[in-house]
């Protein structure tokens, strides 16, 4: 299982569940869970003055970066955005995938399925 840091657990937990279709199946202050119908869990824990990667700065590297393939880009950037997500400025995907920001800054790609 993957856990991300953050400093709202809950909140990240439902982002991702509604981005990914899953159910919030743990929440509380420290930690939350979502899981997938097959049983896939992903987690997110509190850390105290979490401060999120700076997207593309080398001086403060990301940690980690989900994929996620989509059918339509732009319907899949439109759903990420409403849900709190944020477009990254920096996009070196061209046309094949595009990068934005969760609600806690960690940054993940929406990618067209090949």
Known sequence: MVSLDCGDPA???????????WEVTHSQDEYAMITSPDG?????????????????????????????YVDDLDKAQERCVELGASVAEFQPGGDRWRVLLDPAGHPFDICLKS
């Open 11 to 21: 909140a990240l937990a439902r982002f991702y569940a509604q981005v990914l279709g």
């Open 40 to 68: 896939v869990s992903l987690g997110f824990g509190r850390v105290e003055d979490y401060q999120p990667p700076r997207w593309p700065d080398p001086s403060s590297p990301k940690r980690f970066h989900l994929d996620f």
